[in-house]
């Protein structure tokens, strides 16, 4: 049964730092991972979406890469701002569903 | 183009009442999978419909069911409501044909169970 575990849980940085966001999946067979964006109360919003055969996906401030073999995805995002502040969710697709982490509750200090 | 809709936005209802939740997917899409999440949670899947059948099901009891229309909207049904059903239901749409690709996320439908 795949497992897909986020850390850490919550991070506070100021206003211009670079960060990384951590994802850990249990199981390799899967056909993409993605990172999307919750904000309070919202839905969620896709960010990147990184094949099974790819290794990085880069999208403006954001970098994901994805190291199957090894069941772990990152989240880069460079300068990081306030309106950066959100919960960063990964997603893992497999032959049966999409499986989510419990998310990274972020927030950037002006 | 507008994306995917769900409606009602809140919901509050008592134990024991049951419940129903609309989702449009967007356009062009022709597959409709349901989640929940709770409060400090990532989204749990329940169940995904294509073609107006239940394609692939999560580990939620019968209480949950659903529905697809000919025009690929689609319900959630809750039966016998419990105060642990209180959560965000999420629907997501894609075209099955792509596997592969994203899904898209409505804004979901917060329900409070009394």
């Known amino acids: 049964k795949q497992e897909v575990t986020q850390i850490p849980a919550a991070l506070s940085v100021p206003e211009g730092e670079n960060l990384v966001l951590n994802c850990s999946f249990t199981d390799s067979a899967i056909y993409n991972l993605q990172w999307f964006r919750q904000d309070p109360g919202k839905g969620l919003t896709s960010l990147l979406l990184i094949q099974s055969s790819q290794r990085e996906q880069t999208s403006g401030r954001l970098n994901a890469s994805l190291d199957k073999s090894s069941g772990r995805s990152t989240l880069y995002i460079a300068a990081s701002q306030p309106g950066d502040s959100a919960t960063y969710l990964c997603a893992v697709k497999g032959n049966n569903d999409m499986r989510f982490g419990a998310g990274t509750r972020l927030t950037v200090k002006p | 183009d507008a994306g995917v809709t769900q409606s009602p936005t809140h919901l509050i209802k008592t134990r024991g009442q049951q419940v129903t939740l609309r989702c449009s997917p967007k356009s062009g899409h022709d597959t409709v999978s349901w989640y929940q999440q709770a409060l400090g949670q990532g989204p749990q899947f329940i169940f995904q419909?294509?073609?107006?059948?239940?394609?692939q099901r999560g580990n939620f009891p019968d209480r949950f069911s659903g529905h697809q229309f000919p025009n690929y909207s689609s319900e959630l049904n809750v039966n016998a409501l419990l105060l642990g059903d209180s959560a965000l239901y999420l629907c997501?749409?894609?075209?099955?044909?792509?596997?592969?690709?994203?899904?898209?996320f409505g804004p979901g439908t917060r329900l409070t169970v009394l």
């Open positions: 419909y294509y073609e107006e059948e239940e394609r």
């Open positions: 997501a749409s894609s075209l099955l044909a792509i596997y592969t690709d994203t899904q898209y």
